[in-house]
């Protein structure tokens, strides 16, 4: 295996968190490069730079676990809403405007007034619940990926401010973790510098002095503001690689097999917590796809390679938003689009990691059919690789026994009965044949076998699923 570092395995991972918070492309590496200049400004030790990087690259590890919510609480889209959010001060007048304006704009006037009456009524309990969610999930995360308390302390204490006025816990001033402090400095820098310029950063950062940031820590902005090159490497494509240079030295983490399976393993947490439905999903597809890989004699080393790809293949979910993902009813044109370029999210993330060249395009291409007939290129059989063949069909199988927003679990034999319809279309005759043949052997894996019955048994035709996913309003 080639030699990879953590800190670029952990960059391109971040891009994940970014597109689950609405932001641009690279805004966790960004804030990384914004927090570091700042710290070194501080002369912070070397231990503390180490944790601090990675409290940057990855503070919102816990984006992803209060989505659901956000969109069944204000009737609309969880990426543009937290997008937004990060523009609001935090001042009674600015939140209410925004829940004003950013509750129900597509829902009718009842369902709207609804919501509002609900959030206007328990707004302060709904804030603290879903600012705690995330704080908690990210923190637990950190500590899956093997990073010190530091770290995760500092992502649970992100959304703290220095009068006290933050969450989850109203901190006040030194009371904050000090990487928490600098990480929310960095954040609120990037947006703004991102949407508009410079100027418009270094006028916020003043703004907010005494308020949400750290009056020293501003200064210490101010003076590395003050240096050209500080923009000019911020606003550079290249800024992956100024920030991959500046881990500091001196405590390098060997990422070993045992390691990367962690890693996989947190990541596929990350996705299914972006929605109800979609919980245990990726592990159960790892598990399967493993029990696949073994009985059809893959290689041990190749299994595990494989059962990170499965764990992973959902990656790009993080990018779509829970509107879509959770609407119980047929998609539109638009939103099927939506949903088809969660492939493509998976794709591009997991291809930023050079050691996961074909892995990415293995786990990207799980919805792509035989017949040509899939996504996100439409290719055919003879372009499937086997790996690819072995997570769409546990992908498929977890997707049709799983509870859906759209429908109840189908039992263990209706899913067979449906999948035997799209062998040789959709579904590999032999992945198919050693799926049922390892059902019969173990049916203690598969919820819904040896008698287990799912909650809700309902009578769905095979046109309903395509690897796993609702056709489109006008699918025929």
Not at 390 to 396: K, L
């Amino acid at each position: 295996m080639q030699a990879l570092k953590l800190s670029e395995l952990m960059g391109a991972l971040s891009h994940a968190l970014d597109i689950t918070e609405g932001q641009p492309e690279g805004h966790c590496v960004r804030c990384c490069w914004i927090g570091m200049q700042i710290a070194q400004k501080l002369t912070l030790p070397a231990e503390q730079l180490w944790e601090l990087y990675y409290t940057l690259l990855l503070k919102d590890l816990g984006c992803s676990s209060n989505a659901s919510r956000i969109c069944e609480l204000y009737l609309t889209d969880d990426l543009s809403f937290k997008r937004d959010f990060k523009w609001v001060d935090g001042s009674l007048p600015q939140v209410l405007r925004f829940v004003l304006r950013n509750t129900g704009p597509s829902s009718g006037l009842v369902d709207r007034l609804k919501a509002l009456g609900g959030i206007l009524s328990n707004g302060d309990q709904i804030a603290q619940e879903l600012i705690q969610t995330r704080c908690t999930r990210g923190a637990d995360i950190a500590r899956q990926l093997r990073f010190p308390e530091g770290v995760a302390n500092g992502i649970h204490s992100l959304d703290e401010h220095w009068d006290g006025g933050g969450r989850p816990e109203a901190l006040e001033g030194s009371a904050i973790p000090l990487y928490a402090r600098v990480a929310l400095l960095a954040q609120v820098i990037d947006v703004v510098n991102s949407a508009s310029g410079q100027a418009a950063a270094i006028a916020e950062a003043n703004q907010r002095s005494g308020k949400w940031f750290d009056p020293d820590l501003v200064d210490a902005f101010l003076a590395v503001a003050s240096e050209p090159t500080f923009w000019a490497t911020l606003n550079s494509p290249n800024i992956e690689t100024h920030v991959f240079a500046m881990e500091p030295a001196g405590r390098e983490v060997v990422v070993d097999e045992d390691y990367l399976d962690d890693i996989a393993e947190a990541f596929g947490k990350v996705v299914d917590a972006k929605s109800p439905f979609t919980s245990g999903h990726s592990a159960r597809v790892g598990l399967y796809t493993v029990l696949l890989a073994e009985s059809m004699d893959l290689p041990e080393s190749r299994r595990r390679w494989l059962k990170r790809g499965a764990l992973l293949h959902d990656v790009g979910k993080l990018g779509v938003s829970n509107s879509v993902l959770d609407k119980p009813g047929k998609l539109d044109d638009a939103e099927w689009a939506s949903i088809r370029q969660h492939a493509v999210y998976t794709e591009s993330i997991l291809g930023r990691i050079k050691v996961f060249d074909e892995l990415a395009r293995v786990s990207a291409a799980h919805h792509e059919r035989l017949d040509g007939g899939g996504y996100p290129r439409g290719i055919k059989a003879a372009d499937i690789a086997l790996e690819t063949r072995i997570i769409t069909t546990a992908d498929i199988f977890d997707a049709i026994t799983a509870e859906r927003p759209y429908r109840g679990a189908v039992p263990v034999d209706k899913t067979l009965a449906i999948m035997a319809d799209t062998v040789g279309t959709a579904i590999d005759g032999d992945c198919f044949a050693h799926l049922k043949k390892i059902i019969d052997k173990n049916p203690e894996f598969f919820p819904g076998a040896a008698g287990q019955s799912p909650a809700v048994v309902i009578a769905s035709s095979s046109n309903r699923f395509n690897s796993g996913h609702r056709q489109p309003a006008n699918a025929t």
